[in-house]
C-alpha cells in the first residue's frame, strides 16, 4: 500500500458508543494530522503528533482522544460522541524538520455519522 | 489572528472559460502558501505551492497561483476549464514546520 491510508471509511456510531478511527503512512513521514471537516465549516486542525509526541491539541472535547504509537500510525478514539460531531475525520501526514516541504498528504477521510 | 479567507463559496463556470479563485491571508511572517483540491468523497490533494521565490508558481493540472504580497493574496488560476475540475478548492498557509490552516474552501461547478 502507498500514501495514507484511514480505516474504517464509514462509521455510524451511537452517543454511547466507543469506537476508533485508524491512520497509517507508508511515506516515512515524521508528523500526522487530525483534521475535522463539517459541511459548511472550514477544516478544522485537531491534533498534531510530530515524532510520537503531540505538538498541538486545538482545544479538542476530550471525547475525543488521540493516540501515536510510532511515526507510522494515527488513531482517534471516540466515546459519547453528540450528534454534532458527525464530520469527515481526515488524517494527514508530512515531513517536518529536515526534508520539509510543506506538503500534507491526506486520506480519503472517515465519514462519521453519530446518531 | 492567522487565517485564511477565500470569499467565493461557490462559483461556477463554463467548460473552456477561464478561472480565478480568489484567496486572502492574515499572517504576520512571509508566509507559505498552498492549495488544494478535493473531489467528492476522496482527500485533499496538492495543486501547488508557494515558499519563496518567483511569486507566479506552476503546479499540477494546468494550475497556476501568484502571490501578492502588497495585497495578502494567493489567487488561483486556469486558463480553460475542464469538466473534470469540478471540485472544492481550499486555499492554506503554513504558521509553523508542522500546523497548516485553511480556507472555508470555494466549491467550483462546471457546465459543458
Known amino acids: 500500500e502507498t500514501g495514507v491510508t484511514q480505516t474504517p471509511r464509514h462509521l455510524v456510531m451511537g452517543m454511547t458508543n466507543k469506537k476508533s478511527l485508524k491512520c497509517e503512512q507508508h511515506l516515512g513521514h515524521n508528523a500526522m494530522y487530525w483534521y475535522k471537516q463539517s459541511a459548511k465549516k472550514p477544516l478544522e486542525l485537531m491534533f498534531v503528533y510530530n515524532f510520537k509526541e503531540q505538538t498541538e491539541n486545538n482545544s479538542v472535547p476530550s471525547r475525543f482522544s488521540p493516540e501515536c504509537p510510532n511515526s507510522s500510525h494515527l488513531f482517534l478514539h471516540l466515546h459519547t460522541l453528540q450528534p454534532e460531531d458527525s464530520a469527515l475525520y481526515l488524517c494527514?501526514?508530512?515531513?517536518?524538520?529536515?526534508?520539509?516541504?510543506?506538503?500534507?498528504?491526506f486520506g480519503e477521510g472517515s465519514r462519521l455519522t453519530v446518531l | 489572528a492567522q487565517s485564511v479567507t477565500q470569499p467565493d463559496i461557490h462559483i461556477t463556470v463554463s467548460e473552456g472559460a477561464s478561472l480565478e479563485l480568489r484567496c486572502n491571508y492574515s499572517y504576520g511572517a512571509t508566509p507559505y502558501l498552498f492549495w488544494y483540491v478535493q473531489s467528492p468523497g476522496q482527500g485533499l490533494q496538492l495543486l501547488l505551492k508557494y515558499f519563496s521565490g518567483d511569486t507566479l508558481v506552476q503546479g499540477i493540472k494546468g494550475f497556476e497561483a501568484e502571490f501578492k504580497r502588497s495585497q495578502s493574496s494567493f489567487n488561483l488560476r486556469k486558463p480553460s476549464v475542464h469538466w473534470s475540475d469540478a471540485a472544492e478548492y481550499f486555499c492554506a498557509v503554513e504558521t509553523s514546520y508542522d500546523k497548516v490552516i485553511f480556507g472555508p474552501g470555494t466549491s467550483l461547478s462546471v457546465i459543458p
Open positions: 494527514a501526514s508530512s515531513q517536518t524538520g529536515a526534508g520539509h516541504t510543506g506538503e500534507l498528504f
